[in-house]
T-cell receptor, first 115, second 113 residues
Framework: AQSVTQLDSHVSVSEGTPVLLRCNYSSSYSPSLFWYVQHPNKGLQLLLKYTSAATLVKGINGFEAEFKKSETSFHLTKPSAHMSDAAEYFCVVGEMNTGFQKLVFGTGTRLLVSP | DTAVSQTPKYLVTQMGNDKSIKCEQNLGHDTMYWYKQDSKKFLKIMFSYNNKELIINETVPNRFSPKSPDKAHLNLHINSLELGDSAVYFC????????????FGEGSWLTVV
């Protein structure tokens, strides 16, 4: 079974500084990997996804992630944090089940951005 | 022009009651899902339907019964609600294929008192 581990439950940054949210995955084959964001009391929004094309994936709102097979990692980065980036971030792996995909979520990382 | 819409968004009800959450998608997708987010923000799949047929059932109690009248709708009915059912329930949809993005609704906040 596929799984993801988000290494930090909370990350605190100052506005304007870089963001790094770490994620490691476990998969028996080439995985589909995603980052979703959830703002307080809101639904889930897809930031970006990796599906075996380019290893550096660019997403919305200036976020990007790099797929590193040798390290089984898919860390999320942003050069400069904005106050509006404060939210819960989920690293997700797509697992195939009888020909259909289901998403397996990590436990989430709360990003706190201070002025 | 909401892509995946759920109703109600908030629901407070007493233990033992029966309640339903409705979901509709206008994206032309053939696969729909219910996910549950617990109080610790952990998200887990409950069910998945493809073209009205159940394809994933993640050992959810029998009190939970999904129903898909057509491929654009997937409703969740919960019987004999328990305190532990309090959670956020997310509906989602996609096209069948591992490359395709799964789109989520805004969530339904269920509180059982």
């Amino acid at each position: 079974a596929q799984s993801v581990t988000q290494l930090d439950s909370h990350v605190s940054v100052s506005e304007g500084t870089p963001v790094l949210l770490r994620c490691n995955y476990s998969s028996s084959y080439s995985p589909s990997l995603f980052w979703y964001v959830q703002h307080p009391n809101k639904g889930l929004q897809l930031l970006l996804k990796y599906t075996s094309a380019a290893t550096l994936v660019k997403g919305i709102n200036g976020f990007e992630a790099e797929f590193k097979k040798s390290e089984t990692s898919f860390h999320l980065t942003k050069p400069s944090a904005h106050m509006s980036d404060a939210a819960e971030y989920f690293c997700v792996v797509g697992e195939m089940n009888t020909g259909f995909q289901k998403l397996v979520f990590g436990t989430g990382t709360r990003l706190l951005v201070s002025p | 022009d909401t892509a995946v819409s759920q109703t109600p968004k908030y629901l407070v009800t007493q233990m033992g009651n029966d309640k339903s959450i409705k979901c509709e998608q206008n994206l032309g997708h053939d696969t729909m899902y219910w996910y549950k987010q617990d109080s610790k923000k952990f998200l887990k799949i409950m069910f998945s339907y493809n073209n009205k047929e159940l394809i994933i059932n993640e050992t959810v109690p029998n009190r939970f019964s999904p129903k898909s009248p057509d491929k654009a709708h997937l409703n969740l009915h919960i019987n004999s609600l328990e305190l532990g059912d309090s959670a956020v329930y997310f509906c989602a949809s996609s096209l069948r294929d591992r490359q395709n993005t799964i789109y989520f609704g805004e969530g339904s906040w269920l509180t059982v008192v």
